[in-house]
């Protein structure tokens, strides 16, 4: 069965820094590790993905102030220079070829 363990939201200022983490267990094969944000009512948008263990992709939003990394099954995101307009719900994506698996959601606060 495969688990998503997320940690990391919280409460920060503008400008401050957080590090959300995804650790994931009992998967098979992963194609791709990534985060996606979505306040309620609007769709889910992408904040970033690793694929393959090396590509990145970031939405425009985030690129230049975050940065995803993986070690083994645990992604890290360093979310830097953080906005008011960041603060969001966010989830943890695993993909592996014929599956995609979401985590619970972290509560990301940015407010001064």
């Known amino acids: 069965q495969v688990q998503l363990v997320e940690s990391g939201g919280g409460l920060v200022q503008p400008g401050g820094s957080l590090t959300l983490s995804c650790a994931a267990s009992?998967?098979?094969?992963?194609?791709?590790m990534g985060w996606y944000r979505q306040i309620p009512g609007k769709h889910r948008e992408l904040v970033a993905i690793?694929?393959?263990?090396?590509n990145t992709f970031y939405g425009k939003d985030v690129e230049g102030r975050f940065t995803i990394s993986k070690d083994k099954n645990t992604i890290y995101l360093q979310m830097n220079n953080l906005k008011p307009e960041d603060t969001d719900q966010y989830y943890c994506?695993?993909?592996?070829?014929?599956?995609?698996?979401w985590g619970q959601g972290l509560q990301v606060n940015v407010s001064s």
């Open positions: 690793i694929s393959n263990g090396v």
């Open positions: 009992g998967t098979i094969s992963i194609n791709s």
């Open positions: 994506s695993v993909r592996e070829v014929a599956a995609e698996y």
